[in-house]
């Protein structure tokens, strides 16, 4: 069984049960944490394989949390799920933006949070790339699959969980138009109802951490995007 450590940020005491619960069962390690102060504790001591972050948290939101995540060295590739309430598109916006990987809305079965979970751990795992696959190589930008390295201009980058596959996932379609539905569907491998704005948000993302060589990843305007065939 799996023993990948989730970290659960989740101040609603019944819900954080009814989540721990799931999750062990299922075969996850736990630690509970209810408010964003206790999480950012337990995150200078352990880097999970993963973060559910609550963002109505009391002294610390979850919006906090997720930016010091992803500003500290140790944890800034860690994948977050965020918690949103239903019908707060703004917050998922946010959340995005600040480098959350997806969000799952309130109220949510259990079994949902972990098919997601359990996808966006299936997409970070090296050691499922094929021989042959695991570097891939456009101009300047180079990116070890195995090793989750990725360089820039001679620069290491550092991208999230969900970047990373977004870049791998235009590097091995190079010169070919790739829809936002279909980015949205391989990109987080399960059918979410995050929008199709989340792929401009990553991209947009992606393309500032890039920097130069991000202007190949190409808009097509009224479909989605390409990464250019210019960079050999």
Known sequence: MSKEKILLV????NLSKLVRYNLEKSGFT???AETGEKALEYLKKTVPDAVILDIMLPEIDGFEVCRRIRQTEGTSGVPVIM???KGEEIDRVLGLELGADDYVVKPF?????ILRIKAILRRGRPEDVPDGEKVI????ISVDIAKHK???DKKEIGLTLMEFNLLVTLLERRGRVQSRERLLSDVWSIESDVTTRTIDTHVKRLRQK???PGKFIETVRGIGYKFSEGPK
Do not use: I, Q, W, Y
């Open 10 to 13: 989740e101040d609603d005491k």
């Open 210 to 212: 890039l920097g130069k």
């Open 109 to 113: 079965s259990p079994r949902e949070l």
């Open 83 to 85: 918690l949103t309430a």
């Open 150 to 152: 990725v360089t820039a």
């Open 137 to 140: 190589k456009a101009g300047n």
């Open 30 to 32: 736990v630690f509970a």
